[in-house]
């Protein structure tokens, strides 16, 4: 089993995240809807993997992955994964883990499968 945070502006995929999650055994530690939620939630409860929207708001550009590097910076080597990136330039999808060492990228796949990947 493994403590989850998942980061996602959308009510409709983060219930979903959840539901799937806590059904295959995991266990999420904290379910967020912004940046600045997300890195509090990584530094109190330092999950095992954090799943995180990369667009949100305000601008729903990057914030959610800005907030996965901030986490990442406050507690090091924290786990990220990210939700699908509808709509990414591939260099730009392909040029993010360069500088989020260790972060899965979810383009191609279901979260689960990343998390159990990843692990």
């Known amino acids: 089993m493994l403590k989850v945070a998942v980061a996602d502006d959308s009510v409709l995929l983060r219930e979903g995240l959840i539901r799937l999650l806590t059904e295959n055994g995991h266990d999420v530690v904290a379910a967020v809807g912004?940046?600045?939620?997300?890195?509090?939630?990584v530094e109190v409860h330092r999950p095992d993997v954090s799943v995180v929207d990369v667009r949100m708001p305000p601008s729903h550009t990057d914030e959610g992955l800005r907030a996965a590097v901030e986490a990442r910076r406050r507690v090091p080597r924290s786990p990220i994964s990210s939700t699908p990136w509808t709509g990414w330039r591939p260099e730009?999808?392909?040029?993010?883990p360069t500088w989020l060492p260790n972060c899965c990228c979810g383009a191609d796949g279901t979260t689960l499968a990343l998390v159990?990947?990843?692990w």
Not at 34 to 41: I, K, N
Not at 92 to 96: D, E, G
């Open 34 to 41: 912004d940046g600045p939620s997300l890195v509090r939630a």
């Open 92 to 96: 730009v999808r392909c040029s993010i």
């Open 116 to 118: 159990r990947r990843f």
